[in-house]
């Protein structure tokens, strides 16, 4: 990392202060069209994307936030191309077999949103096991959502409500927001402070549409393998220029 990075990253951090965003959830967006501008199969993208994120990480652990959260399959990729897939669980295996160690160092507490049980049974069981490795800690907690689609989470919170209430156990008046947060994959997190999607698209894409109420939302051009320290730091200081009122003046 070059020191002119590392002094912008230093910069911007100093120049935060106190609205360090509690909770920043990033949507990994391009790293096809990364690839094609480069005359390259898209799973070099990926490759690059896992570098990127695992820059992020790293920085997000720097700067002291509390969660990230990180969109890395959507319960829509199943469209995707099956050697796409294939590739994108070979990067994954590769990830948590590589990275745990520095994670679990770290501080950092994975989690991981979204029915991951989908997945051949020893990615399950690798990620399982990241979990229960890092479980302790409490330093960051690094969110990973994995065939994951607020759609199916939000009718997942609803399922579960309405089954108390057919067992009795709980009174239709008794679903609130609060009730109907606290059956999210989320339930213990704070609500995300700052959205970030790269590549240029400005959509949600099934992300987090709950949690993301009143998140400041910021779209960068950047293609995801070319975010990095710098970009994050970018992103956190437009966020302490934004005036966040949640409905109050
Ligand atoms: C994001 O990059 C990674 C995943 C969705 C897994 P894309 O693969 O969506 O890249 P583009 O949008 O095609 O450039
Ligand atoms: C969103 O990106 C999902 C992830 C980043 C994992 P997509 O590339 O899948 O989103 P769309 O299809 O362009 O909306
Ligand atoms: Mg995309």
Do not use: C
Not at 13 to 34: C, F, K, Q, T, Y
Not at 79 to 98: C, K, W
Request: hydrophobic share 45%; net charge negative; aromatic share 8%.
């Amino acid at each position: 990392m070059s020191s002119e990075v590392e002094r912008r990253f230093s910069t911007a951090l100093e120049a935060n202060g106190a609205s360090l965003p509690r909770h920043v959830a990033i949507i990994m967006d391009g790293n096809g069209r990364w690839a094609k501008k480069r005359r390259l199969p898209r799973v070099a993208g990926h490759r690059k994307g896992v570098e990127a994120a695992r820059q992020v990480v790293r920085a997000a652990g720097d700067l002291g936030l509390e969660v990230l959260t990180l969109y890395a399959f959507s319960s829509e990729n199943w469209r995707r191309p099956a050697e796409e897939i294939s590739d994108l669980m070979g990067l994954l295996r590769r990830f948590i077999i590589d990275d745990i160690d520095e994670l679990a160092e770290a501080g950092v507490q994975l989690r991981v949103i979204g029915d991951y049980q989908a997945f051949q049974a020893d990615v399950v069981r690798l990620i399982d096991d990241a979990i229960a490795r890092t479980e302790g800690n409490s330093k960051t907690t690094l969110v990973i959502a994995l065939n994951y689609g607020s759609q199916n989470e939000l009718a997942r919170g609803a399922r579960l409500l309405a089954e108390q209430v057919q067992r009795g156990e709980l009174s239709p008046d008794a679903i609130t927001a609060e009730a109907l947060s606290q059956t999210l994959y989320t339930a213990d997190l704070p609500p995300v402070d700052l959205l970030i999607r790269t590549s240029g698209e400005r959509r949600l894409s099934n992300f987090l549409l709950w949690q993301t109420a009143y998140a400041e939302l910021l779209f960068v051009d950047t293609l995801w393998p070319d975010f990095g320290r710098e970009e994050l730091a970018a992103a956190l200081a437009d966020f302490g220029r934004r005036e966040r009122r949640f409905g109050g003046l």
